[in-house]
């Protein structure tokens, strides 16, 4: 039997070491285990973000790009230090020093292997520093520690010398030598993850991740008590909680099911850091350093339920399929052999192969695999001297996780009817029994997860292994959550509007105007156009053209109302972007003066007469769709929109022969987008191929900005937006850019308002059924949209029962909101649900003879 140190290891991630806030969370957790007796080892990472900024600053072509770098890693560390009170040190300012001489001397030629892990090491040294510093600051006996001296890396036969140095490994033994060495040193050790020595005593590094394993190989080689991992996620869930709010908190595992999620796509441990601590029998504990107090999960050899179960669902997005064919390969001696040392050959890792008489189909994972364009071109002529080969993807495995699958696969039977109208690639048990995978398009990987979480885990009682749901973890008092929004500012108006009715649309022309002041605001960008399919209500209208919107239209019912409403609109002010229409609505458009955009190289093509001697806008697909449901995403070959970039030479050849002038160029990823570098790509790729047209002066790059619907949620940064677009104007200056948000500007000035009409228990499932439902807001049916849900009757009354929110349309999906935190509630209060001002009333029915919701602006 294992006999444990007196040595806890705890291990905090970047996210977890960037600010004074999580700094005094960490410094109230170490003077905890310390009042325990305990002697502490804190490994801890580079900043978040750092690693990538030091990768940028090796990559940096020009003087001016690597000053710019620097600059930004210095002011990173000098802002926390100065946060943290406790100024710069002389070895910090020395790590400065020595990146600034190392990237100078970067002129002269490519920087080697063994130059790159060191710069790369710097993160984690400069991290520490400022770390170890700050726990001295607060009155604890602390020392750091270079970790450089306390890991070693081994020598792996056949590793390529740039996998020694950039992706090496250790022994994790018991090291009583190590255990005497800090056996004279402070109490609490300070080191970092990530970095090591060879035998010669250059610096490696142990890989992406690799701070998870340095503090594991660390806990083994001083056989302690636990290795304690603090993230930004309170331990492992039954599916990613920031799409899933559902996801069950996994209180206890044992090291192979843990292993297992962490392998299949969470990210919230990584793979490695477990066999060391599963051969030594080191507990694991997985906490959030934000939310010290949250119980978290621990992962041991007593954890986990050894009863049949799926524990989680895990997805892996960006998986590529090779397809191996050949009626030959049926009892042919050695073809896997010759097969799989071929992708040896080339560096390629195999992950999940399924086999039949002819056919071998093989995934590669990215995680594991570089998998450029050139590098799957040299493995696929390689392998076409065996057989025939056809690469598939981009894919997602989906992966049901859990003990002992095979005793369960009778009970799975509706969660494979999921799969029913899905494009099956490959199928996979694992020989360990462990999880049962399924390979699909990789825009059906979402859906997939939230369908088989909803019918496999969400319902479960909640016992040793499933804990709370996500967002019982993280609900909130109301009135934490409302502090800052208009519907509790004006919660009596509200309720007034249901007085004489069961349900309405309510918006609010304040934030819809501040919304439009917002973007209106940004120099970079020209001109903002409404896409007012999202709301087409006049008051909406009318409040977004008097702050200086612009409309886009998507129907000639749509350039109807705008023109209706506001009778003295300059014609060609009104861009008109219609998707399938028919001949005569393009000719009426162009008759009337709109601006029109095509979409299509089959009207030109076939219409030429339409267009001749006009200026049409193009809108382009950029093979590349974003968002946050594949319903949303409006780029790629499964998306029905825009011209494809490689057709886009016959569409200029067709616009010359109808004397058409192409003056714009336009693009939309997709929806729910908060990343800004989806438009500056987007405006990059635009002016490019603007200069395929002579008359081109606008680039339109669409809308899709996101909008935050949980707590926590980050908005989209507007001012980044702008400067990203402030790049690319000042390099094509020719070109105005422009943009077309739709939920952006309405979605948080809406929402919808119901009575609550029953109340009903079924077993442990309590249902709240409201007066209207997917007839007026049919997102959450549709695309799986999160709203929140709040008791507006008993706004500020604490959260006490967990409730689907449902409507009474006879359809099972009619539920605005799964596994709900709200009040006590009772018949006749009144429910809001959020961010409904965009896609909810203009995408409303009368199904069921029911009339949706009527619409009130205030």
Same mark, same amino acid.
Request: proline residues 4%; aromatic residues 6%; glycine residues 8%.
């Given at each position: 039997?294992?006999?444990?140190?007196?040595?806890?290891?705890?291990?905090? +991630? /970047?996210?977890?070491?960037?600010? *004074?806030?999580?700094? @005094?969370?960490?410094?109230?957790?170490? !003077? =905890?285990?310390?009042?325990?007796? &305990?002697?502490?080892?804190?490994?801890?990472?580079?900043?978040?973000?750092?690693?990538?900024?030091?990768?940028?600053?090796?990559?940096?072509?020009?003087?001016?790009?690597?000053?710019?770098?620097?600059?930004?890693?210095? &002011?990173?560390?000098?802002?926390?230090?100065?946060?943290?009170?406790?100024?710069?040190?002389?070895?910090?300012?020395?790590?400065?020093?020595? *990146?600034?001489?190392?990237?100078?001397? #970067?002129?002269?030629?490519?920087?080697?292997?063994?130059?790159?892990? @060191?710069?790369?090491? #710097?993160?984690?040294?400069?991290?520490?520093? *400022? +770390?170890?510093?700050? $726990?001295?600051?607060?009155?604890?006996?602390?020392?750091?520690?270079?970790?450089? !001296? $306390?890991?070693?890396?081994?020598?792996?036969? /056949?590793?390529?010398?740039?996998?020694? $140095? *950039?992706?090496? !490994?250790?022994?994790?033994?018991?090291?009583?030598?190590?255990?005497?060495?800090?056996?004279?040193?402070?109490?609490?050790?300070? !080191? =970092?993850?990530?970095?090591? #020595?060879?035998?010669? /005593?250059?610096?490696?590094?142990? /890989?992406? +991740?690799?701070?998870?394993?340095?503090?594991?190989?660390?806990?083994?080689?001083?056989?302690? =008590?636990?290795?304690?991992?603090?993230?930004?996620?309170?331990?492992?869930?039954?599916?990613n909680p920031r799409s899933t709010p559902t996801a069950r908190l996994l209180r206890a595992l044992d090291y192979d099911e843990a292993q297992e999620i962490a392998s299949n796509g969470a990210k919230v441990l990584h793979p490695r850091c477990i066999l060391p601590v599963r051969q030594s029998r080191i507990p694991l504990h997985i906490y959030a350093t934000q939310t010290p107090d949250l119980e978290g999960t621990i992962v041991s050899h007593e954890g986990g339920d050894a009863a049949a179960q799926v524990k989680a669902i895990c997805i892996r997005k960006g998986i590529t399929l090779v397809a191996l064919d050949s009626p030959g390969m049926w009892h042919q001696v050695g073809f896997l052999a010759d097969a799989f040392q071929i992708f040896k050959g080339h560096g390629m890792s195999v992950d999940l192969v399924s086999t039949s008489e002819s056919n071998v189909t093989i995934s590669l994972d990215p995680a594991a695999n570089t998998l450029d364009g050139a590098l799957l071109a040299a493995l696929v002529a390689d392998l076409e001297r065996l057989c025939r080969v056809q690469v598939i993807g981009p894919c997602a495995s989906v992966s049901l996780v859990g003990r002992n699958i095979r005793a369960i696969l009778h009970r799975l039977g509706d969660a494979f009817e999921l799969f029913a109208e899905q494009k099956i690639y490959l199928v996979t048990q694992a020989a360990n029994d462990l999880n049962f995978t399924f390979v699909v398009d990789e825009n059906q990987g979402e859906r997939l997860v939230e369908e088989l979480h909803e019918l496999l885990i969400r319902p479960v009682r909640g016992g040793r292994v499933l804990g709370p749901t996500w967002e019982q973890l993280f609900a909130r008092p109301a009135a934490s959550r409302a502090a800052r929004v208009w519907w509790r500012e004006k919660r009596s108006a509200l309720l007034g509007v249901l007085a004489a009715a069961d349900a309405a649309y309510v918006y609010d022309c304040d934030t819809i105007r501040s919304a439009a002041r917002a973007l209106r605001a940004l120099p970079s960008v020209a001109r903002v156009l409404y896409s007012m399919k999202a709301n087409a209500h006049p008051q909406v209208l009318a409040a977004l053209r008097a702050a200086g919107i612009e409309m886009e239209c998507v129907s000639r019912g749509e350039v109807e109302r705008v023109v209706d409403l506001f009778p003295d609109i300059e014609r060609a002010r009104i861009l008109y972007t219609p998707n399938f229409a028919a001949r005569a609505e393009y000719a009426w458009a162009l008759g009337e003066g709109v601006r029109v955009t095509v979409d299509n190289t089959f009207a030109l093509e076939s219409w030429p007469e339409l267009f001749c001697d006009r200026e049409v806008f193009v809108r382009i697909d950029t093979g590349a769709g974003r968002g946050h449901h594949q319903h949303v995403r409006t780029a790629g070959v499964n998306s029905k929109f825009g011209v494809p970039v490689a057709d886009l030479d016959d569409f200029a050849r067709h616009a010359r022969h109808a004397q058409a002038r192409i003056i714009g160029l336009h693009a939309h990823a997709g929806s729910g987008i908060f990343n800004v570098s989806n438009w500056r790509e987007t405006a990059e790729l635009l002016a490019q191929l603007a200069q395929r047209f002579p008359t081109a002066r606008v680039i339109d790059v669409g809308g899709g900005f996101g909008v935050p619907e949980r707590e926590g949620e980050e908005a989209v940064d507007l001012q980044r937006l702008d400067a990203a677009l402030a790049g690319v104007h000042a390099r094509h200056r020719q070109l105005e850019i422009w943009i077309e948000p739709g939920r952006y500007l309405v979605a948080a000035a809406g929402v919808l308002l119901a009575r609550v009409t029953q109340l009903k228990m079924k077993g442990d499932v309590r249902y709240v059924g409201i007066a209207t439902g997917m007839n007026s807001l049919i997102r959450p049916a549709l695309y799986g949209a999160y709203h929140e849900i709040v008791n507006l009757t008993r706004l500020d009354d604490p959260a006490a029962e967990l409730v689907n929110v449902v409507g009474p349309i006879c359809e099972s999906a009619d539920i605005l909101g799964h596994d709900r935190l709200l009040p006590a509630t009772s018949e006749g209060d009144v429910l809001l649900v959020a961010n409904a001002g965009a896609y909810g009333q203009v995408m409303s029915s009368r199904y069921n003879l029911r009339e949706p919701a009527p619409e009130v602006c205030i």
């Amino acid at each position: 039997m294992r006999s444990p140190s007196s040595w806890i290891v705890l291990k905090f +991630g /970047g996210t977890s070491v960037s600010s *004074l806030a999580n700094w @005094r969370n960490i410094a109230h957790v170490v !003077t =905890q285990r310390r009042a325990s007796g &305990a002697r502490l080892l804190v490994v801890h990472s580079a900043l978040s973000g750092m690693t990538d900024r030091l990768e940028e600053l090796l990559d940096s072509a020009r003087a001016h790009e690597r000053e710019r770098a620097l600059a930004a890693i210095e &002011a990173r560390h000098r802002e926390l230090a100065e946060a943290l009170a406790i100024g710069t040190s002389a070895e910090l300012e020395r790590e400065f020093a020595e *990146l600034r001489a190392i990237t100078a001397r #970067s002129h002269e030629g490519a920087l080697g292997d063994r130059t790159r892990a @060191r710069v790369l090491a #710097s993160g984690e040294l400069m991290a520490t520093d *400022l +770390g170890a510093r700050y $726990l001295g600051s607060v009155g604890l006996e602390v020392e750091w520690a270079d970790a450089r !001296t $306390l890991l070693r890396a081994i020598e792996r036969p /056949g590793a390529s010398a740039k996998a020694a $140095l *950039l992706s090496a !490994t250790c022994s994790f033994l018991p090291e009583p030598e190590l255990e005497a060495h800090l056996a004279p040193r402070a109490a609490v050790i300070v !080191t =970092q993850g990530f970095i090591a #020595s060879d035998h010669l /005593g250059n610096t490696v590094l142990l /890989g992406r +991740g690799g701070s998870d394993t340095s503090a594991a190989y660390l806990a083994a080689k001083l056989r302690a =008590q636990r290795l304690e991992i603090w993230t930004d996620v309170p331990g492992m869930f039954s599916a990613n909680p920031r799409s899933t709010p559902t996801a069950r908190l996994l209180r206890a595992l044992d090291y192979d099911e843990a292993q297992e999620i962490a392998s299949n796509g969470a990210k919230v441990l990584h793979p490695r850091c477990i066999l060391p601590v599963r051969q030594s029998r080191i507990p694991l504990h997985i906490y959030a350093t934000q939310t010290p107090d949250l119980e978290g999960t621990i992962v041991s050899h007593e954890g986990g339920d050894a009863a049949a179960q799926v524990k989680a669902i895990c997805i892996r997005k960006g998986i590529t399929l090779v397809a191996l064919d050949s009626p030959g390969m049926w009892h042919q001696v050695g073809f896997l052999a010759d097969a799989f040392q071929i992708f040896k050959g080339h560096g390629m890792s195999v992950d999940l192969v399924s086999t039949s008489e002819s056919n071998v189909t093989i995934s590669l994972d990215p995680a594991a695999n570089t998998l450029d364009g050139a590098l799957l071109a040299a493995l696929v002529a390689d392998l076409e001297r065996l057989c025939r080969v056809q690469v598939i993807g981009p894919c997602a495995s989906v992966s049901l996780v859990g003990r002992n699958i095979r005793a369960i696969l009778h009970r799975l039977g509706d969660a494979f009817e999921l799969f029913a109208e899905q494009k099956i690639y490959l199928v996979t048990q694992a020989a360990n029994d462990l999880n049962f995978t399924f390979v699909v398009d990789e825009n059906q990987g979402e859906r997939l997860v939230e369908e088989l979480h909803e019918l496999l885990i969400r319902p479960v009682r909640g016992g040793r292994v499933l804990g709370p749901t996500w967002e019982q973890l993280f609900a909130r008092p109301a009135a934490s959550r409302a502090a800052r929004v208009w519907w509790r500012e004006k919660r009596s108006a509200l309720l007034g509007v249901l007085a004489a009715a069961d349900a309405a649309y309510v918006y609010d022309c304040d934030t819809i105007r501040s919304a439009a002041r917002a973007l209106r605001a940004l120099p970079s960008v020209a001109r903002v156009l409404y896409s007012m399919k999202a709301n087409a209500h006049p008051q909406v209208l009318a409040a977004l053209r008097a702050a200086g919107i612009e409309m886009e239209c998507v129907s000639r019912g749509e350039v109807e109302r705008v023109v209706d409403l506001f009778p003295d609109i300059e014609r060609a002010r009104i861009l008109y972007t219609p998707n399938f229409a028919a001949r005569a609505e393009y000719a009426w458009a162009l008759g009337e003066g709109v601006r029109v955009t095509v979409d299509n190289t089959f009207a030109l093509e076939s219409w030429p007469e339409l267009f001749c001697d006009r200026e049409v806008f193009v809108r382009i697909d950029t093979g590349a769709g974003r968002g946050h449901h594949q319903h949303v995403r409006t780029a790629g070959v499964n998306s029905k929109f825009g011209v494809p970039v490689a057709d886009l030479d016959d569409f200029a050849r067709h616009a010359r022969h109808a004397q058409a002038r192409i003056i714009g160029l336009h693009a939309h990823a997709g929806s729910g987008i908060f990343n800004v570098s989806n438009w500056r790509e987007t405006a990059e790729l635009l002016a490019q191929l603007a200069q395929r047209f002579p008359t081109a002066r606008v680039i339109d790059v669409g809308g899709g900005f996101g909008v935050p619907e949980r707590e926590g949620e980050e908005a989209v940064d507007l001012q980044r937006l702008d400067a990203a677009l402030a790049g690319v104007h000042a390099r094509h200056r020719q070109l105005e850019i422009w943009i077309e948000p739709g939920r952006y500007l309405v979605a948080a000035a809406g929402v919808l308002l119901a009575r609550v009409t029953q109340l009903k228990m079924k077993g442990d499932v309590r249902y709240v059924g409201i007066a209207t439902g997917m007839n007026s807001l049919i997102r959450p049916a549709l695309y799986g949209a999160y709203h929140e849900i709040v008791n507006l009757t008993r706004l500020d009354d604490p959260a006490a029962e967990l409730v689907n929110v449902v409507g009474p349309i006879c359809e099972s999906a009619d539920i605005l909101g799964h596994d709900r935190l709200l009040p006590a509630t009772s018949e006749g209060d009144v429910l809001l649900v959020a961010n409904a001002g965009a896609y909810g009333q203009v995408m409303s029915s009368r199904y069921n003879l029911r009339e949706p919701a009527p619409e009130v602006c205030i």
